[in-house]
Nanobody, 123 residues
Framework: HLQLVESGGGLVQPGGSLRLSCAAS????????LGWFRQAPGKEREGVSC?????????YYGDSVKGRFTISRDNAKNMGFLQMNSLKPEDTAVYYC???????????????WGQGTQVTVSS
């Protein structure tokens, strides 16, 4: 299994931007789908975005982040990214990256998870 480490979280004002990174250690990263999930206090974890394996590269977004967030990956560096623009207070959550065989919003289908990084959107 790949090991994943997220970074890039922090405190940002509404309307601001953050770029989250997900560093993967291990082999065959480019043969995994990469997903981002988030969990706000008192809420269930929800899917944010996903990008398929290298030969496909199809991207998916949750309705609440479409048009504001962009997922990408650099397979040569075993890295995944989530560019978050026009952030809102309701985007406040712990953000997790995950890898699996295909894109799905079902958490049980993902093979490995990072430890999460906190994103707080507040003035």
């Amino acid at each position: 299994h790949l090991q994943l480490v997220e970074s890039g979280g922090g405190l940002v004002q509404p309307g601001g931007s953050l770029r989250l990174s997900c560093a993967a250690s291990g082999s065959a990263f480019d043969y995994y789908a990469l997903g981002w999930f988030r969990q706000a206090p008192g809420k269930e974890r929800e899917g944010v975005s996903c990008i398929s394996i290298k030969d496909d590269g199809t991207t998916y977004y949750g309705d609440s982040v479409k048009g504001r967030f962009t997922i990408s990956r650099d397979n040569a560096k075993n890295m995944g990214f989530l560019q978050m623009n026009s952030l809102k207070p309701e985007d406040t959550a712990v953000y997790y990256c995950a890898v699996g065989l295909y894109c799905t919003w079902l958490e049980d289908e993902w093979d490995s998870w990072g430890q999460g990084t906190q994103v707080t959107v507040s003035s």
